[in-house]
Nanobody
């Protein structure tokens, strides 16, 4: 059974940085893309950043220039480096793997940006 385990969330002051990680346990074949999504209270889940198997990246306009997504294919792990964090980045962050047989979601990790 495949599980995605996220880590790296927490409380940080505005302007600070966090690095999220998401690792898959179990076997996943043909991962097409890995991504990070977030959901703030009272809002819909939104895409933050996606990276394809070929390394192409796509970012939400609100995080361009501040967040960087990367992946380690050998470890089936995706990362999200978040710099210059703002209070509006506060949300539960979820990772997602899009694979040949199914889509997989992590359990979510809380990121809170507050002074």
């Amino acid at each position: 059974q495949v599980q995605l385990v996220e880590s790296g969330g927490g409380l940080v002051q505005p302007g600070g940085s966090l690095r999220l990680s998401c690792a898959a346990s179990g076997s996943i074949f043909s991962i097409y893309a890995m991504g990070w999504y977030r959901q703030a209270p009272g809002k819909q889940r939104e895409s933050v950043a996606v990276i394809t198997s070929g390394g192409t990246t796509n970012y939400a306009d609100s995080v361009k220039g501040r967040f960087t997504i990367s992946r380690d294919n050998a470890k089936n792990t995706v990362y999200l480096q978040m710099n210059s964090l703002k209070p509006e980045d506060t949300a539960v962050y979820y990772c997602k793997f899009e694979a040949r047989d199914d889509d997989y979601w992590g359990q979510g990790t809380q990121v809170t940006v507050s002074s």
